[in-house]
């Protein structure tokens, strides 16, 4: 391994001094570099660990935040975008009901 992490240099500072008897510094040595050793293979592995497991593909923006007025925005314009596409189509007319119901007849008999 080629830069020691701060574990490794505490462990091997109390192996050192005493604090701990080597036998058991070595086991925890041992559990220290290998767990050094993965957080390496995970941060080599890719940016998929930094976007929150998401691959990124070629031409994507990650974007960790987006503000409340920008979300607003989004929002507003996507809302006229349907509506005025559902009024193009006439699929959203205000007051509205589907013609077959205006060919249904209720007559009272008493």
Known sequence: MAAETTM???IKGL???GALKPEDGQALLVQAEAE???AQRTAASGS???SGGVALEAG???VP???QSVRDGIRDEVRQD???QAKSEGWAAPNEVAEWTKRIKVT???
Do not use: E, F, N
Request: positive net charge; proline residues 4%; charged residues 10%.
């Open 8 to 10: 490794v240099k505490l």
């Open 15 to 17: 192996i050192a001094s």
């Open 36 to 38: 050094a050793a993965a």
């Open 48 to 50: 998929s660990a930094a």
């Open 60 to 62: 994507d923006v990650r």
């Open 65 to 67: 935040y987006v503000p």
């Open 82 to 84: 349907v509506m005025a």
């Open 108 to 110: 009272a008999t008493s």
